[in-house]
């Protein structure tokens, strides 16, 4: 069974930082395009920042210039730093990931948990 596990929230100070990871577990030999999601009470769902496999990103326009996705793919692990946090950045943050499996199976679109971030004024 294939899981994807975030972790690195928590509560932090504006303008503080934290990295968050995104993990692979499984018979998985890597990590393929993963997007990075976050929701807030009251809002919809919105992609944060997303990096293919070859390590290409994007980003919001809300965290362009603070936020970095990076990959371990020997890790089977993303991660998501994020700097000079706002209060408006306090959400639950998912990952979806594109895993590669054993005999050249994909696992498309596989959400973790989400870990929470909370940042205070």
């Known amino acids: 069974q294939v899981q994807v596990v975030e972790s690195g929230g928590g509560l932090v100070q504006a303008g503080g930082s934290l990295r968050l990871s995104c993990a692979a577990s499984?018979?998985?030999?890597?990590?393929?395009?993963v997007g990075w999601y976050r929701q807030a009470p009251g809002k919809q769902r919105e992609l944060v920042a997303n990096?293919?496999?070859?390590?290409?990103?994007n980003y919001a326009d809300s965290v362009k210039g603070r936020f970095t996705a990076s990959r371990a793919n020997a890790r089977n692990t993303v991660y998501l730093q994020m700097n000079s946090l706002k209060p408006e950045d306090t959400a639950v943050y998912y990952c979806?990931?594109?895993?590669?499996?054993?005999?050249?199976?994909?696992?498309?679109?596989?959400w973790g948990q989400g870990t929470l971030v909370t940042v205070s004024s």
């Open positions: 979806n990931a594109d895993l590669r499996g054993s005999l050249g199976f994909r696992y498309r679109g596989i």
């Open positions: 499984g018979t998985i030999f890597s990590i393929d395009a």
């Open positions: 990096i293919n496999s070859g390590g290409s990103t």
